[in-house]
């Protein structure tokens, strides 16, 4: 199976493409890429690799942009129309085009799979779609962003302020470009709503989204909070059957299984014959997403070998 690669680096820092039909040598690119900024033969751009070149299956990690998806959405859906499978970790993409990139998918009898947009490394996706198949989704809850739950984290346990805690997970690398995106609950209001629309086929939009952060948040509150064996974590909800999709700030007894600590992500799946499912595990990092969009890589290969 042939790849296309757009994005490479921390997030997609590359400006220049390569399209080589005897494979790429690695180790020499990221060499490249270390010495002189660029990965690439200068000229042919992104758009040039997904439009000439000779693929099977575009992996997609460009940055996102949450309100057009662009310009990730064009990728994928010229990909898709190709015939091509798509893998993508931009969660801008899906969560404002879920519905025609899954219907141009199908038509195409192509996959498209984005494991890597919701929690990172923990598999919600492929725990859904096959370990839970058959079950009733009853509910959906759980902390779907890192940076707010560090925050939150060492805000209870260190007594931090809320901007010195910030100023240590953007230190650390979990936040977003524009940590706005994490604290005011934006990130996670985005992963609700992919898990929304793929999970109970809604056309839900981040406006649907009842959503209030933790950038208001003081260390009082926290400490209130201390003071009843509890702690406060932001927390995602969805459920369809009573109108709920929203992110909040919510006190938590300390022995909840959704509490957990630093940047852990946590999700809980309400179901009608397995009961309550958690999977907890590493929702943000470079290596952590490489896991899920290689984990939705051999999935597709598996489907193209039986395809072929
Ligand atoms: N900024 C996000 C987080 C990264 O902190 O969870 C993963 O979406």
Known sequence: MKIALI????????????????????????????????????????????TTADYDLLIEVTPTDATTGEPALTYIREALAAGRHVVTSNKGPIAVAFHELSRLA?????????????????????????????????????????TCNYILTRM???????QQALMEARELGYAEADPTYDVQGIDAAI????????????????????ITGIDSLTLAALELADGQECTIRLIGEIIPKKNILRISPRIMPKNHPLVVSGTLNAVMV?????????LIGKGAGSRETASAIISDVLFIRDYHVKRS
């Open 270 to 278: 309400d179901t009608d014959m397995a009961g309550e499912v958690t």
């Open 156 to 162: 209870a346990d260190e007594g931090l302020t809320y």
């Open 7 to 50: 994005g490479f680096g921390s997030v997609g820092r590359g400006k220049s493409g390569i399209i080589s039909a005897g494979g790429i040598d690695m180790r020499a690119v990221l060499d490249r890429k270390k010495a002189t900024g660029m990965c690439g033969t200068p000229g042919i751009s992104a758009w040039d690799v997904i």
């Open 106 to 146: 199908a038509e195409k009898n192509v996959q498209l799979r984005y494991e890597a947009t919701v929690c990172g490394a923990v598999p919600i996706m492929k725990a859904l779609e096959h370990g839970l198949a058959g079950n009733e989704i009853i509910k959906i809850s759980g902390v779907f962003n890192g």
């Open 191 to 210: 992963k609700l709503v992919i898990l929304a629309n793929t999970v109970w086929g809604l056309s839900t939009t981040l406006d649907d989204v009842d």
